[in-house]
T-cell receptor, first 115, second 111 residues
Framework: KAGVTQTPRYLIKTRGQQVTLSCSPISGHRSVSWYQQTPGQGLQFLFEYFSETQRNKGNFPGRFSGRQFSNSRSEMNVSTLELGDSALYLC??????????????FGPGTRLTVL | EDQVTQSPEALRLQEGESSSLNCSYTVSGLRGLFWYRQDPGKGPEFLFTLYSAGEEKEKERLKATLTKKESFLHITAPKPEDSATYLCAVQASSNDYKLSFGAGTTVTVRA
């Protein structure tokens, strides 16, 4: 079974631009979560989607947004990029469903550098 | 707010020298505790899920245990390929669908 895939793997942007990252979950998984990983803050939860609905959101500004499509693929968008947005953005998928205590499987991440 | 603290921050081991990593947590109702391994520049790789105090799980040279306030990851007779950052995360029953991570323990195993 193919794992979680994320595109692009690397991205360089300048301040003020916007960026869209994509995530394809493991086949059959309907829940997709996004995390930001930085050396100073570690792994921090951004949001989680299930059946095209956002079920939970972390403490990030409104510049960070996401969506999920009917095939469970997900995108996250960051508008008006700031230098501090440079990070590894990780997507994780899990089966979802009624019981939320499902293991999350992570993709390789997208390394975003903001200049 | 959920809190996860891992210790030590870094651990240098000789090949074959067994040791343990600690993950202490504060959460309002634990739904699950997760261990991941992360290599530089890669995404976290799932190792174990623990749900209740007293539970233990093993995989090759790794064994994870859980109490009501902490979890341990025991590495028995480590090899250089066990070098990685080990991450602990908790899922609270009050905040479903979200994992709260510790800062990780970076393990280096010398041959």
């Amino acid at each position: 079974k193919a794992g979680v895939t994320q595109t692009p793997r690397y991205l360089i942007k300048t301040r003020g631009q916007q960026v869209t990252l994509s995530c394809s979950p493991i086949s059959g998984h309907r829940s997709v979560s996004w995390y930001q990983q930085t050396p100073g803050q570690g792994l921090q939860f951004l949001f989680e989607y299930f059946s095209e609905t956002q079920r939970n959101k972390g403490n990030f500004p409104g510049r960070f947004s996401g969506r999920q499509f009917s095939n469970s693929r997900s995108e996250m968008n960051v508008s008006t990029l700031e230098l501090g947005d440079s990070a590894l953005y990780l997507c994780a998928s899990s089966p979802g469903g009624a019981d939320p205590s499902h293991t999350q499987y992570f993709g390789p991440g997208t390394r975003l550098t903001v200049l | 707010e959920d809190q996860v603290t891992q210790s030590p921050e870094a651990l240098r081991l000789q090949e074959g020298e067994s040791s343990s990593l600690n993950c202490s947590y504060t959460v309002s109702g634990l739904r699950g505790l997760f261990w991941y391994r992360q290599d530089p520049g890669k995404g976290p790789e799932f190792l174990f899920t623990l749900y209740s105090a007293g539970e233990e799980k093993e995989k090759e040279r790794l064994k994870a245990t859980l109490t009501k306030k902490e979890s341990f990851l025991h590495i028995t007779a480590p090899k250089p390929e066990d070098s990685a950052t080990y991450l602990c995360a908790v899922q609270a029953s009050s905040n479903d669908y979200k994992l709260s991570f510790g800062a990780g323990t970076t393990v280096t195993v010398r041959a």
